[in-house]
């Protein structure tokens, strides 16, 4: 099938590809030049794994353009929108500005067989609105949310664990979905299940998945707080509430909690959203939900100044990661950034480090200082923060990192190493809700 891509950002540029990859005629539409430049040559403008690849087979069988000519459109017969929804300066809610205009620019390139498909994380209520924009064109709009995680986002999006299509009633919506089907045939036919929801349903949908992560994730921090002060392991604490099946062991992770551009974002302006439809009160849970995030951050710093016997003037200080989790060199409201900065402004000489996020932590926060290399990081520190996993500093050897510092204090931020090593090595081992 002939399908267009508006927005070629993290979500888009990944879509496109991976659309591509499936045997569609599919071009890429975006505004940014640089960004077009990239993912023509085969480039990612971001890490992701996977994506390289897919682009670089897609330009090479013919199948995948990107340019910012919206007039290329034309030829399409689905087009997904698939621009940001960033939060608004000031505000919880989300900024549709670029949804809205995404729409507005295919009007004059639909007809009465186009299908336009969001698929950017909206308020409920937006595609609505935004059928009636488009109502006088003839063209079908659906919702199509996506559930992507960053660092897996490829496969995510060709092996789905479900599909959702929000449609409007009747056989206008029929057309729709049957429209989708043809696109993701493939994906379908390899068992990924499918559901048809009313617009507001497929809306809620990925805003609600995010909040019951981001709740969960809460949760165990809570508990790390309760365990820190009663001397209880949350670690431990975690394994045996997460052998109770109704429960589960995923994302009851303690540690340094979650950031990025979506959770954060996401559980503001469903909050958000919901004061304007009257029903605040249903999800006012959520704001202790961010509190409890936003908490674990200074209880970090705290955590670290007391391992270093009350204060950070003058102390070297190893921040390992700086991108908001690994696989990803997104450092949007990363958890790592701002403890780092925490510290920095309380004295410390902090070094941050990390395999992919450097540049963009360093376009964030000029002040502080970046090193790429793990070793000259390491080198001479009075005290080492882990704050991403990423899989080489989970795997750091105790003894090795030991012959490089200058002070034998490790801060656990996501709790994934042993202590029972780093201690027998000699290390002041300290994590959050463990004794």
Known sequence: MRISVIGCGYLGAVHAAAMASLGHEVVGIDVDEDKIAALTAGRPPFFEPGLGDLLIRGRE?????????VSRVREAEVHFVCVGTPQKPGEFA???????AAFESLVPYLTSSSVVVGKSTVPVGTAQRLAAVLADTGASVMWNPEFLREGHAVDDTLHPNRLVYGVAPGEDGQRAAAAL???YRAILEDGTPRMVTDYATAELVKTAANSFLATKISFINAMAELCEASGA????????????????RKFLNAGLGFGGGCLPKDIRAFMARAGELGADQAVAFLKEIDSINMRRRVRMVDIARDALHGSFIGKRITILGAAFKPDSDDVRDS?????????????GVVTVTDPEAIENARRMFPELRFVADTTEALTGADAV???TEWGEYRNLDPDVTASLVAGKVLVDGRNVLDPVVWRDAGWTYRALGRP
């Open 335 to 347: 958890p790592a950034l701002a403890v780092a900065r925490l510290i920095a402004t309380q004295g």
């Open 385 to 387: 923060l882990l704050l």
């Open 61 to 69: 069988q013919g199948g995948l353009e990107f340019t910012s000519d």
């Open 233 to 248: 392991d949350v670690t431990l604490l975690a394994d045996a509430i997460g052998m109770d099946d109704r429960i589960g």
């Open 181 to 183: 089907d043809g696109v």
């Open 94 to 100: 989300a900024d549709v500005t670029y949804v809205d």
